[in-house]
DNA sequence: GAGGGGTTTGGGAACGTTCTTAAGAACGTT
DNA sequence: AACGTTCTTAAGAACGTTCCCAAACCCCTC
């Protein structure tokens, strides 16, 4: 399975020398250090000396060195995305909006995966200090008086993907789930569903309290039942965890509608229903959240409420490196409002 | 839709100060800074002085800042990650690997999306003489010469995850896709299958010519037809790519099974097959490639090969880690072998 | 009590950059 | 010819850390 072979027989020269500094190049082109840098910074200068800096500095591949320059100024050009799951589909559609707005802005994107662990995010948050980054993008899927304490002591601007309690004074960018979830209801009543069941994940994260809550609501404006055999709980927002859910429901109830409170848990439903034997969307309709690359890829290809990851990360993303040029701009709170993406899974078009 | 509200409203003190730093660690705890720095880094010291240290260190919430500690020691415990697109499956698999191994080893990752443009890709190369990271993982779709030789000037370690042309002295971990399509048509001609379609990328990429290249060698061994209306090429590694290529296949063409060159395509044919009305895997048996989640989340469920993808970034980040701590240590070409995770759309079970 | 070995502590240089300050040059005005 | 103004360049401090080296101290032995 490994092979290995001798380094250095094919080519010589590996090293180009040490990286090359501002004295090196400053030596070569026979002026001061300042002057390199000053040239090199775009400050004011006479043709002839531009010109033999520039000449020094490409002759020696110079490439300013990074620790250095963020020990002097202050600022690292990096941006750190903290997520729960990197394999988690909205937060791949996340993490794919945001290394592009920060790359546009010359930051690069460091990312940290958290788990659902408050105390690791906590970490997290207490580690910034030591200046690695300078801001912090985060989606906390578990929030505690702990973390916020953290995210308000911290020296670094911190944008919160995700609802956060009214009183907390930081940047925030939320999607709206109830409204959410209330399209997918009324779409469903629409279509002469009564019996919609909720496949939600754990209740103790933001956003599966945000969708019981959405769902209740929604259920009760039109006048359906609410009984709690149509609510299920999967251990984690996750396919396999979504399976056994929309197992255990279909053992107890006759659903004639499942929302999942995202599209993991959406996908996991039409596969458990296609596996008992349902047809989707004839005998049961089914809904997902998050609207992401799976819902369009399943079959039936799901129907799902948009929640607006991609637009969240990119103002998200705004927010926070406009935070970091200007550190004493009022407190933003976005809502990106929630639309409906009709698939298969509810009788939209194939 | 942005709603703003003034800030501090709520609560007082936010900002804790600047950052403390071992100066003032040192003067309050009545001690010169280098024995600051020598206790909290686990040097030898007296009882009394470790006491003295900890305690103004943890009372004035001391951390260490990163770029100045990095500028000593030439260190910056960061590591880049560069993939083509971050939304690909197999790269998420990647990432998430990844990030566990690197985290556990001390390190922060870097996540760059390059593109398939392989100037982007040199630039990417370039720019790690800023010395912002201790090493860089990179996946490349395309290799150019340029490419190779930025790789090879290099100052700080690379490690390919992918095929590299055997001259070339980087450390690499490859995939057998040759080994793995032979896995694939054997296991379709097993089923009395012959006429077996190729829905490939573009074939100018690393994965696209090998896997090409392996289609070719397989259905020639196994005597099949090797017509060129079997093969297409999907403009990208996409599910929309795949849908397109798959219709124009099923237009010129009657497969009995058709191989996506990796999992979306797969997926693109499986849908398309759909949408046309043949049955999966009656009429058309489909198999797709990395074996990535959208496989197993896919109705029919997908046959794939499992290029061990989440194995090879395992290996690569193992063996970037090992070169950071041992620059001299001999190049290391590792191939992990394939194997065909059997599933529904080829017959498999349910 | 002086000398010597070993341990513990502190002083200070160095990493590569930016930026403030000041020195020098060029030039026009009185 | 002396002086002020403006522009260009250089010197050197500072960022926070690590680490080499020397100073200080302790304890033991002679």
């Given amino acids: 399975m490994a092979e290995t072979m001798k380094s250095g027989s094919t080519h010589e020269p590996k090293k180009p020398g040490p990286q090359s500094n501002l004295q090196l190049v400053a030596a070569k082109a026979g002026v001061s250090v300042s002057s390199v840098s000053r040239v090199l910074n775009g400050g004011s200068a006479s043709e002839e000396l531009a010109r033999k800096v520039r000449d020094a500095a490409a002759e020696l591949g110079y490439v300013p060195h990074a620790s250095a320059r963020s020990m002097r100024t202050g600022r690292t050009d990096q941006i750190t995305l903290a997520v729960a799951d990197v394999g988690n589909p909205v937060y791949v559609q996340m993490m794919r909006t945001v290394t592009g ?139 396999r965890a979504g399976r056994k859910a929309t197992a255990a429901l279909l053992g107890q109830a006759s659903p004639d509608a499942i929302i999942g409170a995202n599209d993991l848990l959406g996908v996991a439903a039409l596969k458990e229903l296609a596996a008992a034997g349902a047809r989707v969307p004839d005998d049961v309709a089914v809904v997902g959240m998050d609207d992401t690359d799976a819902a369009e890829l399943a079959t039936p290809s799901l129907t799902s409420v948009d929640l607006g990851s991609a637009k969240r990360a990119k103002a998200a993303a705004k927010l926070l490196i406009r935070r970091i040029a200007e550190p004493d701009a009022p407190v933003s709170r976005i809502v990106i409002p929630p639309a409906l993406s009709v698939r298969e899974s509810t009788g939209g078009p194939a």
Avoid: C, W
């Fill in 101 to 239: 707005i920060v790359a546009k802005a010359g930051y690069r994107l460091v990312v940290s995966s958290t788990g659902s662990d408050p105390q690791a995010q906590i970490d997290l948050v207490t580690s910034l200090n030591r200046g690695y980054a300078d801001g912090l993008l985060m989606s906390p899927l578990r929030i505690t008086e702990d973390l916020i304490e953290a995210m308000r002591s911290s020296r670094l601007p911190i944008v919160v993907i995700g609802t956060l309690p009214a009183d907390v004074a930081l940047d925030n960018v939320r999607a709206d789930s109830a409204t959410g979830i209330g399209l997918a209801v009324e779409h469903l009543v629409a279509q002469g569903r009564r019996r919609i069941a909720l496949v939600n994940g754990p209740v103790d994260t933001v956003p599966g309290s945000a969708r019981l809550a959405g769902y209740l609501a929604a259920v009760e404006r039109f006048g359906l039942p609410t009984s709690s055999e149509l609510q299920v709980t999967a251990t984690a927002f996750t396919y």
